[in-house]
């Protein structure tokens, strides 16, 4: 897999790996903390993440500006890890208020911004050397998978502790009970008895008499689990930093050449303040129709755009423009991609079931899964071509060994197991490590044939088969209790809320099914896209203009707010068919101008 690559890919993918094995802990974990910690709404927790999720791709920007502009590119990358070490340290603290939370996810968002384009511009610098040429798109499906092999694990280990500390305070995990505690304490849960019943269900001390103390104590408890599992994130920080710190000798410097021009502040002098005056503008007319903070994030892409096409070169315009015109695509795409941590979590928690037969449990354990993914690829090993005598054996004690520890684990399951609503996160980096292999078999079949589908074209792809995982979930969601549905207006005008009834809770195969073809679609687009931007991107706009596809993502996960929004407000199929729209839409405008951005890759 690795073969014909420079070694500077080992650690660009194993400094990856342990910093997303910590981010994706808590972003595992992030929008079901701030609820159950603070008592928030789908809507206002919806609208913290996504403006924490926009910071974390919008301070690439100022990354790849710093970066581009000194061409240490390896420093701002330490700098960042480390930032990012502190914010994790500050969310590790119980019992912080509800602003200085949010500092503490600034301050993620920060080093962030410094670490993530920095790292993309440097794996793509080592693919400059033309001899590279014909495998920089694989290059970038397997630092893509690094993020995932971090990212999958992750749900686990957040899983893990929170329920560890339950236990360790008398209780079982139970996603739904912290929503209606808070309810309860409000004076706005409808039905008291529901909370009873669920509480006598997850209290391993009895039955629980006193329903106002339980309330608080569980918050408390499930809040305080949540709290310790962000330490695992600063731990992995730590690991990540210390792989950098050892091995990023092998990683290309990317010095200032004597003459050699970056980007200043004084390069056409009227840029800044055109640019400035163009995000104004927008932030001011966007603000008419949704708030300022949203205008104002559109209007940094804006003044972004106005900015980088005014300072590029007459013959840097093509592949600036190009550039441009992606980035605009992958706002819609992550708008809706990301709502696997927002909407798809909700649905998680509140419309999938809560116990499984004991063979859907085998996807809701770690140990579960890793004995099957044992069985399957010692399978792989012994069938497949070319394989050597030592290859077959390892494939055939692979699969003994993780056959009979599937069969082992499943005969311990009982006839129903409870799941946690974090473990779906688990999904889509699951999908990514077991088919970045095959997407990229499938690439290299087609190259030898000549009919590989161009970058560009790919993304395009993407795009439509993203709107196919929507589509899933507009069936799942047909025959269901929106939430809407559930709020109750008493006599006194108060909005008082009703939990989800069992009858509308589906298997968990529906939304399975929708996280992979959604990373199906991710494969053709997330790292074709860093590829695209490291190909076409000029010499010194590398790390500004990977800030730029970062920026574009963060637009999109500022629109994230859609999804919440609109969560207790429309029928559940309706949200979906948005995202449906806003994919194909995307795709029609990709196809659009395809001719011009498969000329860009060649210029």
């Keep these: 897999m690795l073969k014909g690559h420079p070694k500077g890919l080992y650690v660009a993918f194993f400094t990856n790996m342990g910093e997303r094995f910590g981010f994706y802990t808590m972003m595992a974990i992030l929008v ?33 500006i710093l970066a581009d502009a000194t061409r240490k590119y390896k420093t701002v990358i330490v700098i960042g890890q480390v930032i990012m070490f502190l914010g994790y340290a500050m969310l590790v603290i119980p019992g912080l208020t509800l602003p200085i939370t949010v500092v503490g996810l600034f301050t993620i968002a920060l080093g962030n911004g410094f670490f993530k384009g920095n790292l993309q511009a440097v794996v793509g610098q080592m693919y400059d050397d033309h001899k590279y040429d014909k495998v920089r798109d694989n290059a970038f499906l397997i630092f893509y998978m690094g993020i995932n092999v971090g990212a999958f694990f992750a749900p686990f280990a957040a899983m893990g502790i929170r329920n560890w500390w339950l236990k360790m305070n008398g209780f079982l995990h139970d996603g739904s009970l912290p929503a209606i505690c808070h309810q309860y304490q409000d004076g706005t849960l409808q039905d008291v008895s529901k909370l009873q019943e669920l509480a006598n269900g997850v209290s391993l001390n009895g039955a629980v008499t006193d329903l106002s103390g339980f309330a608080s104590s569980y918050i408390e408890s499930f809040s305080r689990g949540y709290n310790y599992a962000f330490g695992v994130a600063a731990i992995a920080m730590v690991l990540s930093l210390i792989a950098y710190l050892i091995f ?83 706002i819609f795409f992550w708008m809706a991609f990301h709502q696997n941590g927002l909407t798809l979590t909700f649905f998680a928690r509140d419309y999938t079931v809560k116990t499984v037969d004991p063979f859907t449990f085998m996807f809701f354990t770690l140990e579960n899964i890793l004995s099957v993914i044992a069985f399957l690829a010692g399978i792989f090993m012994l069938i497949g071509k070319n394989k050597t005598k030592n290859s077959r054996i390892g494939g055939a004690i692979l699969t003994v060994i993780g056959g009979a520890a599937t069969v082992w684990f499943y005969t311990q399951g009982e006839s129903q197991n409870p799941i946690a609503p974090e473990v779906f996160q688990s999904f889509n980096p699951l999908f990514i490590v077991s088919l970045t292999f095959g997407v990229m078999a499938v690439f290299a079949w ?39 549905e559930l709020q109750v207006v008493d ?32 494969l053709f687009l997330s790292p074709m896209g860093l590829s695209f931007v490291s190909k076409v991107a000029p010499t010194r706009f590398q790390g500004v203009m990977q800030g ?18 609109l969560w207790s407000k429309i029928d559940l199929w309706k949200l979906w068919l948005i995202f449906v729209v806003c994919c194909l839409l995307s795709a029609a405008f990709i196809f659009s101008i395809l001719k011009r951005l498969e000329r860009a890759t060649k210029t």
């Design 248 to 330: 990023n000798k092998h990683l290309p410097k990317k010095e200032k050449k004597d003459g050699e021009k970056t980007i200043t502040i004084s390069e056409k002098p009227l840029a800044i303040p055109m640019a400035l005056v163009a995000g104004a503008i927008t932030a001011f007319l966007i603000s008419f129709v949704k708030d300022f903070p949203t205008g104002m994030a559109i209007g940094l892409f804006v003044g972004f755009v106005t900015w980088i096409f005014m300072i590029a070169k007459k013959d840097e315009k093509q592949r600036v423009v190009s550039l441009l015109l992606v980035f605009f695509v992958v």
């Design 446 to 484: 087609l190259h030898s044939k000549g009919k590989e589908p161009s970058t560009p074209r790919k993304i395009g792809i993407g795009m439509i088969i993203a709107a196919l995982g929507f589509v899933i979930m507009i069936v799942a969601s047909l025959n269901i209790v929106s939430p809407h």
């Design 32 to 64: 079901l903390f701030l609820q159950a910690k603070f008592g928030l709404t789908e809507d206002k927790a919806g609208g913290i993440y996504s403006w924490f999720y926009f910071a974390i791709y919008a301070l690439a920007l100022v990354g790849g």
């Design 548 to 565: 730029g596809w970062l920026l574009a993502t963060a637009v999109g996960n500022k629109l994230l707010f859609v999804g919440s929004t």
């Design 491 to 522: 006599e006194a005008g108060v909005i008082k809320y009703n939990p989800v009834p069992d009858s509308s809770r589906v298997m968990p195969y529906w939304l399975m099914s929708s996280y992979l073809i959604l990373t199906i679609a991710e």
